[in-house]
């Protein structure tokens, strides 16, 4: 999703190949006003808006309620969009998956999987300035803002907590995934479930004690991967399931 500008300009050049040229095109796509544009979106995963995304705007609402003088506030803004960077893409690039799914020890702690994992007995001797940074960003404000916010800046900095976590996780489970599709041969396969929906039946002036006790229908979306004969192509194959199983 971070490229998407240049996705919609390779798409604009393949359909109209005598058209504008790539400054025109950019430029009349930052000025146009009937369509909003962001650089970075939360895209499907819940958690990472809410918790990667939502966060920085509290973030931004709380600096320009402390900091009256423009420069103070543009220094602590300049401040968040740089944290802002690195949670959301450097954080990523430097933790570290062997292809084979493995994780190994790393001497900054902030990029050690495997002690995020709680599996790692070895010294970490080195840190991470750009990870140092948000502890420092929440020691900084804290010396400034008001008595009133700061149960909203502590709950601003779990949330981000959380989504280091998350990030963490999927970056790990993507190795995972990515690690098993690798080592599948032709008597193997790889099954992924997804939960999509539930089905509940309505009815008319019920109660919250039927609302709660319903029981409906569930769609899973089953994915098979297998590696077709002879060959090192995978074939995929989509199953929607229906379960009564509400248990």
């Known amino acids: 999703?971070?490229?998407?500008?240049?996705k919609l300009?390779?798409?604009f050049e393949e359909t109209f190949p005598n058209g504008?040229?790539?400054?025109s095109f950019m430029g009349r796509l930052a000025n146009c006003s009937n369509i909003k544009y962001r650089d970075d979106i939360g895209g499907l995963c819940l958690t990472c808006n809410d918790y990667g995304y939502i966060p920085f705007e509290s973030l931004i609402a709380i600096?320009?309620?402390?900091?009256?003088?423009k420069d103070q506030l543009n220094s602590v803004l300049q401040k968040i969009d740089a944290l802002k960077r690195h949670l959301r893409r450097g954080y990523e690039r430097e933790l570290v998956v062997n292809a084979d799914g493995t994780t190994k020890h790393d001497s900054c702690i902030s990029h050690c999987l495997p002690y995020a994992f709680?599996?790692?007995?070895?010294?970490?001797?080195s840190r991470c300035s750009e990870c140092d940074q948000f502890f420092e960003f929440f020691e900084f404000m804290h010396l400034y803002i008001k008595e009133d916010q700061i149960a909203t800046l502590e709950e601003t900095k779990e949330h981000l907590q959380y989504y280091l976590a998350h990030s963490t996780r999927k970056?790990?489970?993507?190795?995972?995934?990515?690690?098993?599709l690798a080592s599948l041969d032709e008597d193997g396969a790889l099954f992924v479930a997804d939960y999509k929906i539930r089905i509940l039946p309505r009815s008319a002036r019920e109660t919250k004690a039927e609302f709660f006790g319903k029981r409906g229908w569930t769609l899973y979306t089953i994915l098979m991967f297998r590696k077709k004969e002879n060959c090192e192509e995978l074939e995929i194959r989509a199953y929607d399931h229906w379960s009564t199983d509400t248990k």
């Open 9 to 11: 300009w390779k798409k």
């Open 118 to 125: 709680g599996n790692c007995l070895e010294n970490h001797n």
């Open 1 to 6: 999703m971070r490229d998407q500008k240049i």
């Open 20 to 23: 504008m040229k790539k400054t």
């Open 63 to 69: 600096a320009r309620n402390t900091f009256l003088q």
């Open 171 to 180: 970056i790990y489970l993507n190795s995972q995934f990515k690690a098993t």
